[in-house]
C-alpha cells in the first residue's frame, strides 16, 4: 500500500527536498512512522519529546483534517497525507 506523503517546504530539508515521499502504512501514524525511519532527522520537526505530534504540525487526509487522533487516522492505498505547519508565536 503506497500512501503519498506531501510535505511543507520547512520539513523538506530532511527529505533531500523532497516536497512528496511515497510511504506504506495503513494509518498516518504508520505512514509517519515510515517516513522517519527513512529520513530521520524529520523526526524532531513532527513530534515533540513524548513522541506526540506536535502542537503546530497539521494532517489532512486527501485535503480533509484528520484531527482528532491523526496519528490512528486510516488510509489506504492511492491516500494523499498533507502536512502543514500553523504559524505560532507573538
Do not use: Q, W
Amino acid at each position: 500500500m503506497t500512501v503519498k506523503i506531501h510535505l511543507h517546504k520547512t520539513h523538506r530539508r530532511h527529505t533531500e527536498g523532497k516536497e512528496i515521499v511515497e510511504t506504506k502504512g495503513d494509518t498516518v501514524g504508520a505512514c509517519l512512522a515510515d517516513l522517519v525511519r527513512r529520513f530521520p532527522a524529520i523526526e524532531k520537526g513532527l513530534f515533540d519529546d513524548k513522541g506526540k505530534l506536535r502542537n503546530n504540525v497539521e494532517v489532512y487526509v486527501n485535503m480533509e483534517s484528520a484531527y482528532p487522533d491523526e496519528l490512528a487516522k486510516a488510509v489506504k492505498d492511492g491516500d494523499k497525507i498533507h502536512l502543514t505547519l500553523i504559524l505560532t508565536g507573538g
